[in-house]
């Protein structure tokens, strides 16, 4: 079945530097979404991409839909400490066979140091 | 108005056990799925519903059974609990089948003891 790989695992930044994060997978995808988690909450949708190549931000937050449609990246600029969390990447093929089902990478940790 | 919304948000019980978790959304969204998050945090897919049919049901024991009374309702009920059952479980929704955006309700943290 389709495995996401995401990188890195976690990061320890100070308090206003730039974060990268990135997502590949073994198949490709029609649709990348990236989620961040606060501790006792459930995923919460920060970014959706849908067509390969696209470059979508979110306030400080820009994430890319590689071209090869296997890959995408989540950059954060510089960094808050409210931005602590996890982050995690998830792929699907909208339509089809896959209702909807997303596929999940394991997930970066991020601690921001005041 | 919380969209998604579990109870109990921890449940903790004995080995051998059956219980459930409830799951409902006001967001109108037609498909609804259940989530499990693991100790290492990674998330998989167990099942999703659309219109109250069941349409993804991955390699889940068949101990662990979904219930949509209407597309607003999906539940989880999990019987003769195991100790490896221990997680967090996330019900979710999207618009249709083949939304691309989940919404996440808070999770169900699970603990077998």
């Known amino acids: 079945g389709q495995q996401l790989n995401q990188s890195p695992q976690s990061m320890f930044i100070q308090e206003g530097e730039d974060v990268s994060m990135n997502c590949t997978s073994s198949s490709i995808f029609n649709t990348w979404l990236w989620y961040k988690q606060d501790p006792g909450e459930g995923p919460v949708l920060l970014i959706a991409l849908y067509k390969a190549g696209e470059l979508t931000s979110n306030g400080r937050l820009t994430a890319q839909f590689g071209i090869t449609r296997k890959d995408s990246f989540l950059n954060i600029s510089a960094s808050i400490p409210s931005d602590v969390g996890i982050y995690f990447c998830a792929g699907t093929n909208a339509g089809g066979t896959s209702y909807g089902k997303l596929t999940f990478g394991q997930g970066t940790i991020l601690t921001v140091h005041p | 108005d919380t969209a998604v919304s579990q109870t109990p948000k921890y449940l903790v019980t004995q080995m051998g056990n059956d219980k459930s978790i409830k799951c409902e959304q006001n967001?109108?969204?037609?498909?609804m799925y259940w989530y499990k998050q693991d100790s290492k945090k990674f998330l998989k897919i167990m099942f999703s519903?659309?219109?109250?049919?069941?349409?993804i049901n991955e390699t889940v024991p068949n101990r662990f059974s979904p219930k949509s009374p209407d597309k607003a309702h999906l539940n989880l009920h999990i019987n003769s609990l195991e100790l490896g059952d221990s997680a967090v479980y996330f019900c979710?929704?999207?618009?249709?089948?083949?939304?691309?955006?989940?919404?996440f309700g808070q999770g169900t943290r699970l603990t077998v003891v």
């Open positions: 967001l109108g969204h037609d498909t």
């Open positions: 979710a929704s999207s618009l249709t089948r083949g939304a691309q955006k989940a919404f």
């Open positions: 519903y659309n219109n109250k049919e069941l349409i």
